[in-house]
């Protein structure tokens, strides 16, 4: 049977439509499938490498260190780089309350100043203020605090771009300068083991700016 040329248009263009509509449903059942992994799963975490990240840390507690400029006779502790406990994203995160994840860790170095009068640990918090704010560092917290009987100085800042926070503190209990650098969750290779980690380790530089 011969078909005319309307009815072979007309059976051209059913194909075509058909073709489309075809390519529609596939694309729309993709995107179903990735936007259903996303919210089961939650935003992925970036990758971390714990050595690197350990360095950014001891680097960062130097450069802490050093803002302080304080005597020699204030001496640092020593500190080690930790890892605190990750948590599932998304819906997934219903089925797994409270579990932490084993391929996220968040990292965190902290140490301390002990014995710091309260004038000197104001100049040595408020020459690390500075330094962050020029960096463009933001505050998200600010620590200082008086009551009846006690007093209470320190802040918190975070670096806009990865997250990456510095924690200063000081009371007048204990007259001690406590100082956390953290870094958050990120998603560590299977071969990473933490004990025996020796990248951890962070030893503060003989005082050279000290006032």
């Not at 302080?68 to 001496?75: D, N």
């Amino acid at each position: 049977m011969i078909q005319s040329p309307a009815r072979r248009a007309r059976t051209s263009g059913r194909s075509i439509l058909y073709a489309v509509t075809g390519l529609v449903m596939v694309a729309l059942l993709v995107a179903a499938v990735v936007a259903g992994n996303v919210v089961w799963n939650g935003a992925p975490y970036p990758s971390a490498a714990p050595d690197a990240v350990a360095q950014r840390l001891k680097a960062r507690s130097d450069e802490v260190h050093d803002d302080f400029a304080l005597p020699e006779k204030y001496a640092a502790s020593s500190g080690r780089v930790d890892t605190g406990a990750c948590y599932y994203r998304g819906l997934k995160g219903i089925a797994h309350i409270d579990e932490a994840r084993s391929d996220v860790r968040s990292f965190g170095l902290d140490w301390s100043v002990p014995g710091v009068p309260e004038a000197t640990a104001r100049e040595a918090q408020r020459r690390v203020r500075h330094r962050l704010v020029q960096k463009g560092w933001n505050l998200t917290h600010e620590g200082d605090r008086t009551g009846a009987t006690f007093r209470e100085l320190g802040f918190r800042f975070e670096n806009p771009v990865d997250g990456e926070q510095v924690d200063v503190q000081w009371n007048d209990s204990t007259t001690t300068l406590f100082i956390s650098v953290y870094a958050p969750c990120g998603q560590v290779p299977a071969e990473f083991v933490e004990y025996d980690w020796s990248e951890a380790d962070w030893h503060p530089k003989e005082q050279s700016a000290g006032l």
